[in-house]
């Protein structure tokens, strides 16, 4: 039986002005395991996510990572985000940094690695993820797609026992989608503990071991990958009809 690497419970995220984001949602993840989430703009998914990673308190509820709590007040911050893993959909590098100092800068401040160790774990992940080639240049010189892939071996490099991924690919242009796409798909091959909230649905159809509908702060549906094809709650087949019809507008404006 897989050990469970992240266990959210009854989470609730209250914003300022009295919006309920999340309310009272749980859910936990298994070693190897990559789980979606889906649902509409504003459903809290990408809350959820930045409550599991610390970049917001959640108003209550507990975060589980193997076994130990982690939205504590005495929860070292900088260790979780070296344990927990995070993709932003705005990539997030520096662009003052090269690539290769990019990844090597959590690898000497947060793992204490001296220049030469992290330059080699760093040029490792880099080749994982196919931008060795690309060490020297600096992030206004690459592509969205290529900022992303060394977003995520920036998360890689430092070992995470679970990788967030919050909306990987809608900053991009759609050809520059599908390295990104591909570089996640083989990450979930190798067995890597993955939690994605994307609006990629065959994505999350085909790599996922499970997916998590939210809609309006609450978990609406959740289950295998195969709910994408039957979904069994109205508010699930709502969701997935309005998709469709999305795409055929666009298509039809392409046309």
Do not use: W
């Not at 193997?66 to 070296?82: A, F, M, Y």
């Not at 020297?136 to 995520?152: E, F, H, T």
């Not at 295998?224 to 094809?229: D, H, L, M, R």
């Amino acid at each position: 039986m897989p050990e469970k690497v992240l266990d959210v419970e009854d989470l609730h995220m209250i914003y300022a002005g009295g919006v309920h984001a999340v309310k009272g949602i749980s859910f936990e993840v298994k070693q190897g395991e990559s789980v979606a989430i889906i649902g509409s703009s504003g459903s809290g998914k990408s809350t959820v996510l930045r409550c599991i990673n610390r970049l917001i308190e959640p108003t209550d509820g507990k975060i589980f990572l193997k076994e130990e709590q982690v939205n504590t007040p005495h929860t070292d911050v900088n260790d979780l985000r070296s344990r927990i893993g995070m993709v932003f959909q705005s990539f997030e590098l520096f662009a003052h940094l090269r690539v290769l100092d990019n990844i090597t800068l959590g690898l000497r401040h947060v793992k204490g690695m001296g220049k030469m160790e992290a330059e080699e774990a760093a040029m490792s992940v880099l080749e994982r993820v196919d931008m060795l080639d690309r060490i020297d240049a600096y992030p206004g010189n690459l592509s969205g797609g290529q900022k992303q892939r060394v977003a995520i071996a920036r998360a890689l490099a430092m070992k995470p026992e679970v990788l967030l991924f919050d909306e990987p690919t809608s900053a991009l242009d759609p050809e520059l989608i599908g390295s990104v796409l591909e570089t996640i798909r083989g990450l979930a091959d190798e067995g890597m503990t993955m939690v994605v909230v994307t609006h990629e649905i065959g994505f999350a159809r085909d790599v996922a071991d499970r997916i998590i509908y939210m809609d309006q702060g609450v978990v609406a549906e959740e289950g295998p990958s195969s709910i994408i094809n039957n979904p069994r709650t109205e508010r699930l087949k709502k969701f997935l009809s309005s998709l469709h019809e999305d795409e055929v507008v666009e298509q039809n404006d392409v046309d």
